[in-house]
């Protein structure tokens, strides 16, 4: 599996950004599709995750986007979205797309748990 993702940038506090990841080499399916990020200097943290085939209620986030951020996924373009929203200079970091089988089990906020991923996409938010 290849992950690419894309859509970062610069953007003032309280913005909106919108980052993609598409795969390549195989669907998403039965599969744990995550998002993290990594400011400088700091641990890859983090942000959501969902479950491909299952219902919303299988998503889970961070308690610091909570409210603000949401996973999406696109079936048809095997891609998975984060919709950001209300961003925070916090918020700046190198944000990660990561995929991982379901039969891994829990963990879903490790990112040792994760077996791909994208290259990252740089959002910076300016106050």
């Known amino acids: 599996v290849q992950l690419q993702a894309s859509g970062g940038g610069l953007v003032q506090a309280g913005g909106s950004l919108r980052l993609s990841c598409a795969a390549s080499?195989?669907?998403?399916?039965?599969?744990?599709l995550g998002w993290f990020r990594q400011a400088p200097g700091k641990e890859r943290e983090f942000v959501t995750a969902?479950?491909?085939?299952?219902?919303?209620?299988?998503?889970y986030y961070a308690d610091s986007v909570k409210g603000r951020f949401t996973i999406s996924r696109d079936y048809a373009e095997n891609t998975v979205s984060l919709q950001m929203n209300s961003l925070k200079p916090e918020d700046t970091a190198v944000y990660y797309c990561?995929?991982?089988?379901?039969?891994?089990?829990?963990?879903?906020?490790?990112?040792?748990?994760?077996?791909?991923w994208g290259q990252g996409t740089l959002v910076t938010v300016s106050s």
């Open positions: 969902m479950r491909w085939n299952s219902g919303s209620g299988n998503t």
């Open positions: 990561a995929a991982r089988p379901e039969y891994y089990g829990g963990g879903y906020f490790r990112p040792q748990r994760y077996d791909y």
């Open positions: 080499g195989r669907t998403f399916s039965s599969y744990v």
